[in-house]
């Protein structure tokens, strides 16, 4: 079956650190992958999506981006956050076979 | 622009008391339409799909209906274990007619059932 991995699960940053977000998946081949926000336990906005490796789109400008170095390793990335980055953020992949998008159990960053 | 809009924001109801919850949406192109589950600090729990006007699906309480404009989440005799965030959410055909799977969410709804 397949699963998903998303770490950290939690974590507290300083204004102006790097970030780096990690998501795999397993039991599956060339999975979409997608990172998405969920500002104040409310609607999901998603950030960047990837049918490849290497292969990456970004839905909103932010401090943020993306790479995807391996068929099934999704991150999400900055080189100076900012408060405003603070969130929870959600991986998510699609199969080649279905429609269904399915989430990992997401990764809450505060940034202080 | 794809908008997803759920009513109520919040739903109290005491054991046993049926309800629905209301997904309206505009989309170009409709693809799916997917209902979620979100408990307190952790990721949505896939529920159902939806592809087409008229379609219903059911599992456990949970009864999902779509119609063109809108899509109904009909829980019946809830549980307090029932209590969780609903999130809708609808996926659209990009301007090439391919999908890569992406999702417009709806802000959700707030079910507290009571014991």
């Known amino acids: 079956s397949q699963t998903i991995h998303q770490w950290p699960a939690t974590l507290v940053q300083p204004v102006g650190s790097p970030l780096s977000l990690e998501c795999t998946v397993e039991g599956t081949s060339n999975p979409n992958l997608y990172w998405y926000r969920q500002a104040a336990g409310r609607g999901l906005q998603l950030l960047f999506y990837?049918?490849?490796?290497?292969?990456i789109s970004s839905e909103v400008p932010q401090n943020l981006s993306a790479s995807r170095p391996q068929d099934r390793q999704f991150i999400l990335s900055s080189k100076k956050l900012l408060l405003s980055d603070s969130g929870f953020y959600l991986c998510?992949?699609?199969?080649?076979?279905?429609?269904?998008?399915?989430f990992g159990e997401g990764s809450w960053l505060t940034v202080v | 622009e794809d908008q997803v809009t759920q009513s109520p924001e919040a739903l109290r109801l005491q054991e046993g008391e049926s309800s629905s919850l209301n997904c309206s949406y505009t989309v170009s192109g409709l693809r799916g339409l997917f209902w979620y589950r979100q408990d307190p600090g952790k990721g949505p729990e896939f529920l159902f799909t939806l592809y087409s006007a008229g379609e219903e699906k059911e599992k456990e309480r949970l009864k999902a209906t779509l119609t063109k404009k809108e899509s109904f989440l009909h829980i019946t005799a809830p549980k307090p274990e029932d209590s969780a965030t609903y999130l809708c959410?609808?996926?659209?055909?990009?301007?090439?007619?391919?999908?890569?799977?992406?999702?417009?969410f709806g802000q959700g709804t707030i079910l507290t059932v009571h014991p």
């Open positions: 959410a609808v996926q659209a055909a990009d301007a090439g007619g391919t999908s890569y799977g992406k999702l417009t």
């Open positions: 990837s049918v490849g490796i290497g292969q």
């Open positions: 998510a992949w699609r199969g080649t076979a279905g429609n269904t998008i399915y």
